[in-house]
């Protein structure tokens, strides 16, 4: 009686099993997944992709000889015919699947998601310079009546230079007059954050953006339907929800996902045509041009359009439809220019500043090169070829003549868009795509219409396999979004409220914090006066230490780990730089963040050091803060 080993048991098949694994775990690790695992005292990461594809080699290597020529074309053909079968399968199911399938709830699916996820991992706090600007402008909106000044009596008697520019926190600018302090963000965003607070409280402020990430994707897939079909609206919004700049914008409190979600609105609801669709696209435009005024000449580009086409179709209501959008598009433009007038001075003057300070032709370049090289490595090249497909005019691609010039037109909306930043001010991050957010649903119903059009009046394999290349774009781009720390761990932006309270449990109220990046949280959320030392003249510092203290205000100087440095060396040789060699009087160091930071006393040093531990879980959450501790008398 003969014993066999199972086949479990021979090398041939546990070689081709780990062949198989190694495989497959490479695919993983090349679209980003890799892992970190502690397994008490032993740590185990498996990150780089060279390693198990070694392992793949080596295993498929050893299958091969322990097979042998005729088991290599024994298991060719078991899989040959298992294959055969699967693609069978997999061939009706996705025929039934194209006949049943309905767009909307798919849609509504991604959508929902995409908000979903930017709520789980919204910071909810007035932490950056945007964000604080934006928090506290939707609270001056709800002042009763609202007030966007908020009055700086200190400044005035503070004897160094620019006394105001060093009691102005991030995301605010002085008044003309130099009296009083003004947000330099636009109103748009402030005034739907305010409305969302006044309806559900002060954490439904930051439902906003998310919501916007929503109607971003929604309102893609409807333009994608409008010019080409279901499957071209579905494979826009699933590449736009997944993009890792709408990832990261749509759980930031900043503009850029709201103004795109307008702008993508105004276009969907021009294709519809109707006199009531262009008065609402007009209404969204000016909702679009008060989130972002800079983006005004988008809104001329919306408009020629509706007057082009409205003169092609020569419809006797052709006048009329011209002006709805007209009715709904003026008010946003006029308001922006009475409130930029009332803050700044001027109707044309921008909270940031001189334009000729923030454009120049000498960006285009560098700018050109950065746009270019972070759009292929966060969406893949594919995306700029959806760009040069808008101009395709191809019926594969566009199946109707109005299609074919809507396609056109949104080529020319995208290149409004790049217009306006060719020539800004150049940024060093992949993150600064974010102005380019508006031109997202262009090039990715151009990316989607290429595909889909590849795929038109092909065999059913061939569009089943269009449509995991879309869904794979989809994971690709989530990969990155990872690996470029769009969902860091720890506390993230909500340290500065934690380090604002901490530093509000070891100051007087009437202290004043000098500090540069904590000077808006501070204030908002600790109630401490602070003043800024990267404005603060150099030759100033232990002045300004001793006409705080007689002022009653006790000063402390409050710096990151990273700032420390470049403090020492600008206020080299001031009596209050000694203090950063004694024992600051609190260190605090977030949960998974690298670095630490301190608060000194200039004036009596500490004898010791409190040092709390970092908070983990759960973490601070849309913690309110107090508006009238931005006024410091």
Known sequence: MSHRRPHWLTPRFLFGTIAVLAGVWTVALYAGYGQSVTLGPWRISSRDPRRPLLVFAIAGAAYALASG?????????????????????????????????????????????????????????????????????????????????????????APWPDAIGTFTPFGYRAAPDRRAIVPVTAPGLPLMMAAFKAIAGHCAMFWVVPLSGALLVWAT????????????????????????????????????????????????????????????????????????????????????????????????ARTGRVLAFAAGAIPGCIAVAAINRWLYGSPLASGYGDLDRLFSLGNVAVNVRHYASWLAETQTPLAIAGAAALLVPSRRLWPTPGARDGARWLAVVALAVFGVYIAYTPFDAWWFLRFLLPAWPALFIGTAALLVGLARGRAVWFRALTVLAVLALGVHAVATARRLGVYPPGEGERRYVTIAGLVAQVTDASSAIITTPHAGPVRYYGGRLTVRHDVLDPAWLDRAVEWLAREGRRPYILLEDDELPEFRRRFRGARAVAALDGTPILIYEAHQIAGRVYLFDPVFPASQTWQPAPIHDPQPRCVAGDLSRITNR
Not at 96 to 124: D, H, K, Q, Y
Not at 137 to 149: G, N, V
Request: proline share 5%; with cysteine; charged share 15%.
């Open 69 to 157: 020529l005729p088991g290599l074309r024994r298991d060719v053909s078991r899989l040959g015919a298992r294959a055969s079968v699967i693609v069978r399968l997999t061939a009706h199911a996705f025929e039934r699947m194209e006949a049943r399938a309905s767009p909307v709830p798919i849609v509504l699916m991604i959508a929902v998601a995409s908000a979903v996820t930017a709520l789980r991992f919204n910071a909810t706090t007035a932490g950056g310079s945007d964000a604080f600007s934006y928090v506290t402008q939707a609270d001056l909106w709800l002042r009763s009546p609202p007030r966007m000044r908020i009055d700086m009596p200190i400044a005035s008697r």
């Open 221 to 316: 897939f409807m333009i994608g339907r409008r010019l080409g079909s279901d499957a071209v609206g579905v494979a826009a919004a699933w590449l736009v929800a997944t993009s890792p700049t709408v990832l990261v914008m749509s759980k930031s409190v900043m503009s850029d996902a709201p103004a795109a979600a307008f702008w993508a609105l105004a276009i969907s609801l021009i294709l519809c045509r109707s006199t009531a669709a262009l008065f609402g696209a007009g209404l969204s435009t000016s909702a679009a041009i008060m989130i972002r005024p800079n983006l005004l000449p988008v809104g001329l580009v919306l408009g020629l359009w509706t007057i082009w086409r409205e003169i092609r179709a020569g419809s006797d």
